[in-house]
């Protein structure tokens, strides 16, 4: 019998809670994804200091409260370093220098091989003694004492003795007043004018103001860009399939979204915005998922991860939130018969069964298609993964085996944006090994060109300059590992570039390239005279090219760098580095640069702690960078973290921060 349900059973034969509370709270803990004990003291039937000594009594160990005092001293939280708080769930009460005795508040002491490792784990000499304490208790304690968040203790209310609510010769003559509910500004998108003229009357007899109302998706676009509801409420029914591109707006801006299919659930106040019903479902499904296939942890392993990456793929190709959940849940419904069951009761809305099957010679290119290209392209990679790993690490590897079993074409955007992911992921994944560095010189190149992103996807960090000038400055104060230029350029030409490079000792001995349109006879004979190490005419082959940089990068060691990896804003935007950083719990800082202007932001296990720019600090500062558009970046490991002064969470930031960014174009299109 687990701890869990030892407790369980213990609150209920000592009277504590009810049969019918105890059901309550399971049904809330399964709906919100959370353990019993802390839906327990969510919903306020019992608070930690009953668990914990009710579990004192059950275990016979001593329980101390964790909260609000840190630890005696607060340096004792030094000796526990957070993942190891967070794996074995403790918590350092007390440290005794003079004894060197460390006092431990566990959730299940008396464990011997968990005790045994953690023994292996602490600093030599330490002597542990184990208290304990609810795992609800323990991770609010992390929560609070480690990273930083408020806590605000629950208050009793205090009566004097002598208190009464009134004299019973006054009851008499006062007037209760049944409070109404507060009025809220609704825009009712409905597209038969007799239901909407009705709804409009019973939700005005609710309390509930309906300031505008639409027929269509576009109609309804128009009026919230014209001014913002409080909420918009559509009839899912007739609109859900064109109602996408409205919605994903209002998820942009912060404005919830309410879709009925009955009357009732919207009347009574029990229909909620999709984002939170899109992300109870998403925690109800992973955590059946991995209940499922905790007997087999390989399993579970790949399909969290596959889960990981369809999210981050479909957000970047710009998927509404309701197809990104669908595809999230099907990569977690892929796994196993139970997944396969469940997935036949999630048809509407989400149309998962659909995604589930292959789908072979379809075509078009919607949001249906592109999430099925998705689901199949990570599951087709971690096929490779298990086979070759070799060839899993291998970016032109794994585009070809790739494009062979899913049928998709060279230049594929899901594809290409696949590979783009990875290299992100490898890119950010290193955190010390610098990613050779290719500087392309050309007025005509694009960042988002065929040739940018493939050599970037052979795992290049690739910059994009217009002339001689401006990149001879880059290489003064970034360097280069190789660099390919146009030999036609503003003000010097490519020639005397070339030949100005090679003459200088400290670049002489970065290889050249010239890529080169159609020219005069003796072009070629020019250029390599200069010192360019090779010469190709465009177009050029792509495979060819990367050849050719491969052999000249394996003849000279690049350059060595200090720790981290850089890169540049338009290369890597701010919000998939948050992104990757947050899904994979990084302990992390952000140095950032735009011009003159400075920011640090600082991810400690996968939450955005502290941001700061010359100016800001906390949630502000972080908005302010997600403005910038261009500016190079540094991430480094970081172990000593600022005071906390960001609370939401990196979602939340990023959809803020995105709305901003809306009200601040919107005004400079108006005048445009």
Known sequence: ?????????????????????MARAEDYALTRGMPLDEALV???????????????RLLGAPYRPLLPQPPDPPETIGLIPLKIARRFEVFPLRHDPGGNELLLAASAPGE??????LIRLLPSGLRLSLAVASGAEIRKAIEVHYLGKPYTPPRELELPDNFTIMDPAEAENIRLDIPTRPRRNILLVEPDPARAKALKTLLAKEGVRVAASASDPE??????????????????????????????????????TSAYDALAPLLLGEAYPYQEVGEALLRVVSLVMSRSLAKT???????????????????????????????????????????RELAKELERPYGVPALLRPRQGEGGRGDDETASSILSLVAAFQGIERRDPAAAADA??????????????????????FIHLLRDENFLGRLGGPMPRVLLVDPAAERDSGLVLRLENEGYDVRVVRGAREAAGLIREDGAHLILSETALPGTDGVAFCRALKQNSKSK?????????????????????????????KPVDLDVLCLKIRRLLSERPAPEEGGGVRGRLTEMSFTDIIQSLTSGEKDVVI????????????????????????????EEAFYQVMSWEDGTFRITPCREFPERTVHASAMSLLMEGARLADELRNPAEEED
């Open 297 to 339: 942890p390989e399993k579970l392993k790949e399909t969290r991860r596959r889960a990981r990456y369809v999210r981050l793929l479909a957000l970047r190709m710009g998927l509404p939130p309701a197809r990104v959940d669908a595809v999230v849940l099907a990569s977690w419904l892929s796994a196993g018969p139970l997944g």
């Open 219 to 256: 109609e309804a676009l128009r009026s919230v860009q014209e001014e913002t509801p409080d909420l918009v409420v559509f009839n899912r029914r007739a609109l859900s399939g064109a109602f996408s591109e409205t919605q994903a707006h209002c998820n942009r801006s912060g404005i919830p």
């Open 42 to 56: 969510f919903l306020n039937m019992v608070d930690y200091e009953l668990l914990g000594n009710t579990l004192s």
């Open 1 to 21: 019998m687990s701890q869990m349900e030892i407790l369980k059973k213990e609150l209920l034969r000592s009277g504590a809670l009810s049969q019918e509370e």
């Open 112 to 117: 011997r091989e968990k005790d045994q490792e």
């Open 396 to 417: 032109r590897r794994v585009r070809s085996i790739l494009g062979q079993v899913t049928g998709l074409g060279a230049g594929d955007p899901v594809l290409e944006g």
């Open 591 to 618: 140095d950032l640069k735009n011009g003159d202007r400075r920011a640090q932001v600082f991810i400690r296990a996968g939450e955005v702690i502290h941001a700061k720019t010359d100016r800001k600090a906390g």
């Open 509 to 537: 001995e970065i290889p050249f390239i010239f890529l080169s349109a159609p020219g005069p006879v003796g072009l070629q004979a020019r250029c390599l005279e200069a010192g360019a190490d090779d010469f190709l005419e």
